[in-house]
Structure formats: C-alpha cells, structure tokens
C-alpha cells in the first residue's frame, strides 16, 4: 500500500484563537504577545501585511499598533490549549490515524482511505464549525511533502484550504518554490552549506547526490533528501514519546531580589511541574532547580546558578519534590543580585508503573497514601478548575514573579468565573 500522509495545520492559531469569541475582530489585524507581554509570537493575516514581524518587542511597535487599529492580546495558553484538544479530539474521530505534532499541527494517516481529498474537506468543514478555528491540509506520500503541500494550501486560496501533492505535476513545482531553508528538518546551517553548493531550492537539495548529503548532513540529512523525492522515511508516531525531564520555567513580571519572593515563584514552578509528571503517570529521581539575572541588563550584576538535588526514591510526589527544590535553590541563590527567570525540572524520569524497588522506599502504607493524596488534589483542580486547591506559599497577590498579563483576553473554556456572557 502507498503511503498517504496529511498534514493539519491552524491558520494563525493563537490569532484565530483570540478571535474565536470576538467576531468584530475578524478582518482587523490581531497580535498575541509572549510571557510578561514582551514579544509578537503569533500574527493574524492582516497583521502580517502590515509587515509586523515574529519576535517584534512590543514596546517598540506600540505606535504602530495603536495607528493601524491592531488588537493586542497577552498570550492565553489556558485558552489555546483547550481548543487545540478539542481540534486533537475531532481529528481522532474521523482519521484512521493521528501524530498530535505541536499544538496546532497534527499528521493523518490516510493510506487506503478511498478518497482522501473528501475526507479532508469534511475535516475541515466539522473543525471550522465545531471548533471555529480555520485549518489548512497538505496530503503527500511523506510527511516532509505533506508539509509542502500544507504550505501551497495556505498560500493559495484557490485550492480551498486543501492541497494534495499527489496530483499533477504539483510535486515538482511545489519544490521549486519552496527556498531550501523552508523544508522541513533544514536548520540555518545546513542551509548555508546547502547555499554554498547552489542548491537554493527544495528542487536542487533533491536532486543532489545522495552520498554529499549524507557525508555532510548525516543520515538525518539524507533521510529529509529521500522524503523530498518520495520515499517514506518517517512513519507516524501515534503515541508519543515518553520524556526523560519536564520543566516548568518563567520569566518573571519584575526583578526579584528577596529570597521569599524567589521561594514563592520556586514552590508555583514545582507545583505545576509536579502536575505534568503524574499526568504522564511517571516519577522523577531528581530535581533542578536554576536562576538567572537579565543578561541584557549590563548595567545590574550578574549571576546565575543551578543546583540538583536526589529525590532518594523516585516519586511524584509534590511536597517532596517542592522540599527538593527549595533546598537547591538555597545552594544557587545570592544575595545582592536582581533576578529576571526561574525553573524548576524534574529527571530522571520514568513510569511509576515500571518503578524498581529501593532500600530507601517508603513504608509502603505511607506511599499508599501520598499517592491518595495527590489523586484527590488532582481530581480537585480538574473539577473545579486549576488552583482550587493550591499551597498556600504560592497564593500571596501582586507579587513580583509574577507574570505581567496586562492584555489576557478570558479563559473562555476552561474557568467559570470567565465564561462567555450572552446577551
């Protein structure tokens, strides 16, 4: 059976997001800020011809927003995140296969689907009026081309918000418009060295010999080559795969300099990240904890530090893994310094179902019952919406780790305090 991949794509997803519940922003230019409202991170259409580029300062911009009539938005990942499950949700329901690939992307496996362009179309239709988010899908016999394709639809609104690769003469022409440092899997360096030997296009890259390649792109290189001219290398990953650390970092809102400050923003971090292992249903044997001054800030001192602790036996464990990092970040803390960014990463990671057992276990009763504990603390935030229950350490207000969110649009979905209001 011949391969057939498609590739999901939201147009201007955090954009579309924002709009989602504010129709008199279709047609206006919408941006969406990073953390602490520093930087555009996602742009609509119109934002885009008016040629605001990614990673633009927002302080800088701010004349320009305020004179083209641009709605800004801090970044509401809440938000983002519940739509795109609900997007992931429906594409499981109608495809036989699905590689959730980032928050807005997601690959199809749509071999022996006997008409595939119908079934996209549908895909589309139900995401649209479902969800109310725009999707884009390129169909190709790889994922690297499906990627392509997903790009011609996109720029190319004649096709319908689908594209498939396979038809025509398509394949070829797709790769002569694509510049080389857009396919997918070409950094910045491999584009210059592709750049030094004239191959400028994903055509030239294609129809270069396969031996340079992998000489000086190593076989990952040459596995993109061989997905360029049609050759599966990459198969769909629908399980993904199990990570060996999770962290949770932020940048703060100001500068903190106060231990307690510090402690308080180490506690949250450990908090969240403690949430994400036993979601993954692992546990960790370690904890890092780093902090950092603003490196860009040559007139302040500067210094930044890390420490790890052991866990002794692996957990999941939240009090503990809090107590853990509060102990290394004593060790990489000092006084006198303003601090901008902190984090909290969990390693050594693996399934509590898998766990080996240690001279330094717990009472097995005792387990037993921290276990209970953050399943009923789980169960809590997940009914009744994250932090219902949190530790009281992390629930002072106004404080300077704080992240700066002057612009958040509501957690329309996921808090009742913010649903939307009719009428």
Excluded at 319 to 347: S, T, W
Excluded at 377 to 393: P, V
């Amino acid at each position: 059976m011949v391969p057939l991949f498609a590739l999901v794509d939201c147009n201007n997803f955090y954009a579309s997001c924002e709009r989602l519940f504010r129709p008199e922003l279709k047609g206006r230019p919408v941006v969406v800020l990073s953390n602490n409202d520093g930087c555009v991170i996602a742009r609509s259409s119109e934002a885009k011809a008016l040629g605001i580029p990614m990673g633009a300062p927002a302080f800088q911009w701010e004349r320009r927003f305020r004179a083209s009539g641009v709605a800004v938005f801090s970044s509401n990942f809440p938000l983002y995140g519940d739509l795109s499950s609900r997007i992931m949700t429906l594409l499981a329901d109608m495809a036989p296969g699905v590689e959730v690939y980032s928050i807005d992307e997601a690959f199809l496996d749509l071999s022996g689907v006997a008409d595939p362009m119908a079934l996209c179309h549908a895909i589309r239709e139900r995401v649209l009026r479902w969800v109310g988010i725009p999707v884009s899908i390129g169909l190709a016999r790889t994922k690297t081309l499906a990627k392509l394709a997903n790009r011609v639809a996109k720029k190319q609104p004649e096709h319908g918000g689908v594209f498939n690769l396979e038809q025509g003469r398509a394949e070829e022409a797709a790769l002569q418009a694509t510049e080389v440092g857009d396919v997918w899997g070409i950094g910045p360096r491999h584009q210059k060295r592709l750049w030094a030997c004239g191959a400028r296009t994903a055509l030239d890259f294609a129809r270069l010999p396969g031996a340079w390649v992998r000489r000086e792109m190593s076989v990952v290189g040459l596995c993109t080559q061989l997905e360029l001219n049609g050759t599966s290398c990459l198969s769909l990953e629908r399980a993904p795969a199990a990570h060996k650390s999770l962290l949770c970092s932020r940048s703060f809102g100001r500068l903190v300099s106060e231990p307690e400050h510090l402690r308080e923003a180490v506690t949250s971090y450990a908090v969240r990240v403690a949430e994400k292992l036993r979601r993954e249903g692992a546990e960790a044997t370690s904890v890092q904890v780093f902090v950092s001054t603003p490196r860009h800030r040559e007139n302040l001192p500067q210094h930044s530090g890390a420490a790890t602790m052991a866990l002794g036996a692996a957990t999941a464990h939240t009090p503990l893994i809090i107590e853990a990092a509060l102990r290394a970040l004593d060790q990489c803390f000092r006084m006198g310094f303003e601090y901008q960014k902190a984090g909290v990463m969990l390693l050594g990671l693996a399934p509590a179902s898998a766990r080996q057992i240690s001279l330094l276990d717990l009472d097995p009763a005792e387990r037993l019952r921290q276990k209970s504990l953050m399943s009923a603390l789980d169960a809590a935030n997940r009914r009744f919406g994250r932090g219902a229950l949190r530790y009281a350490i992390t629930t002072a207000p106004d404080r300077p780790w704080h992240m700066r969110q002057l612009r958040r649009s509501p957690r329309y979905t996921t808090s009742w305090d913010e649903l939307p209001r009719v009428g």
